[in-house]
């Protein structure tokens, strides 16, 4: 297939977003040239790849918000989706476990959150939840019977090959090396296979979808961007295959409303497998996977980053706690058993652990909302809110409004 003087659209980055962004394009402007680059030889190979396969319900986001409104909206995209290409998925439904006074009392006000949210959930008290759940102990559950499970890598790749039925191009191990902005068009600069500028493309409009490299590239594009990507590591075990069947639904904890995270569920897979996960530990790479990786570019980053040492002063005891549970198996284990007593270290084996990318303010805050850098030409998407993977199509509509009828206006952040 031949490549245009100057491409329509260009994407850089080859996970959900940024293919779910080349595809919307297509599909609202046919005929249109959109080139996606992605740095590595697979789509998928960072968050999308590395997560929990949750097709989230939208429980625990504010009424009206578009957190909410674009998950629902996701979820079923992301059905009819794998119905049309023959992609596999489960409708397993989520049982999210209180085990505590407290817990009780936030589980009703989330419950109430769902209601509003219009969503299929329902209140069951301990006897009936032991029921349900054999192996699962508590003092009451919500009962989320949208929620689902998916391999979004295989969501991806079909993604990949629609955008190239469309007339679309995805280009792998095609790293990015340089971004300059014209009046009329937009140059990026690619690498060849030993790091060296090999090739330049031209582009009438550029959109970054970067993850856990956004603030560098906005750089890269000349942008000064108001926040830094702090790497938050989401560890996880998958349990020995005799308990492959320990659950039937997904299992959370109530999550505490302070803190970002959902806390540590079992979730079976699609595989069969039922993996345990995932924490939040701070991390040393920004894409080092192993255990105990250290990038010293990754971590002089944000030691020089004043809003990464305000977030540490704020989260220090729960950093600490989770450190420690990273570190010591039977720690992070007590987690598990507040709601599946039953297990025991010797049931937690390896699993590839997922790395969230984190945009920070200079403050310390954590950007929980969407965040956008744009120009004349370019959109850099700094910040896409959980559960992306699941909301990736109703997002990408947003972010392609912003592009094709905004293309010279500055967004809000």
């Known amino acids: 297939m031949s490549s245009p003087a100057v491409w329509d659209h260009l994407v850089v980055g080859g996970g959900i977003v940024g293919l779910a962004t080349a595809l919307t394009l297509l599909e609202k402007r046919p005929g249109s040239s959109v080139l996606v680059v992605e740095k590595e030889a697979t789509v998928a190979a960072h968050q999308t790849g590395h997560n929990s396969g949750v097709i989230h319900a939208g429980v625990y986001y504010a009424p009206g918000s578009k957190k909410a409104l674009f998950c629902k909206q996701g979820a079923q995209w992301t059905r009819d989706f794998c119905d049309a290409k023959g992609i596999p998925y489960r409708n397993t439904g989520k049982l999210i476990v209180a085990t505590s006074p407290v817990e009780v009392e936030r589980m009703h006000t989330l419950f109430e959150r769902a209601q509003r949210n219009e969503l299929d959930v329902e209140l069951i008290d301990g006897d009936e939840l032991r ?4 192996h699962v102990v508590g003092l009451g559950a919500i009962v989320v019977k949208q929620t689902g499970i998916v391999d979004y890598r ?9 955008i190239a039925g469309l007339g679309g191009q995805v280009r792998l191990a095609t790293p990015v090396v340089g971004i300059h902005e014209s009046l009329s068009e937009v140059s990026v600069d690619l690498a060849g296979p030993h790091g060296q500028q090999a090739e330049r493309v031209y582009a009438r409009q550029l959109v970054v979808c970067g993850g856990i490299q956004a603030d560098r590239l906005a750089r890269m594009a000349g942008l000064e961007p ?34 970002p995270f959902l806390g540590v569920h079992l979730t079976p897979m699609m595989d069969g497998s039922v993996t345990v996960g995932p924490n939040a530990v701070m991390g040393f790479a920004r894409e080092g996977y192993p255990k105990l990786s250290v990038s010293p570019g990754d971590v002089a980053d944000f030691v020089r980053f004043p809003g990464f040492w305000k ?5 220090l005891g729960t950093g600490l706690k989770e450190q420690w549970d990273s570190l010591v198996k039977p720690s992070y284990l007590k987690r598990v058993q507040k709601y599946c007593p039953s297990l025991t270290t010797a049931d937690l084996g390896p ?59 500055a967004m809000e952040a």
């Open 226 to 259: 108001d926040f830094q990507m702090v790497p938050f590591r989401g560890e996880y075990y998958q349990l020995a295959p005799q308990h492959h069947h320990i659950v039937d639904a997904l299992i959370y904890p109530v999550p505490d409303p302070d803190l």
């Open 311 to 315: 977030l540490a002063r704020t989260m």
């Open 131 to 134: 029921r349900r759940e054999p």
């Open 351 to 409: 699993h590839p652990p997922g790395i969230r990318a984190q945009a920070v303010r200079a403050d310390g805050s954590m950007v929980e909302d969407f965040h956008f850098l744009q120009t004349p030409r370019m959109l850099h998407v700094c910040n896409a809110p959980s559960p992306t993977a699941t909301s990736a199509m109703p997002i990408a509509d947003h972010i392609t409004q912003q592009v094709l009828d905004r293309p010279g206006a």
């Open 154 to 162: 295989q969501v991806c790749q079909k993604m990949a090959e629609q």
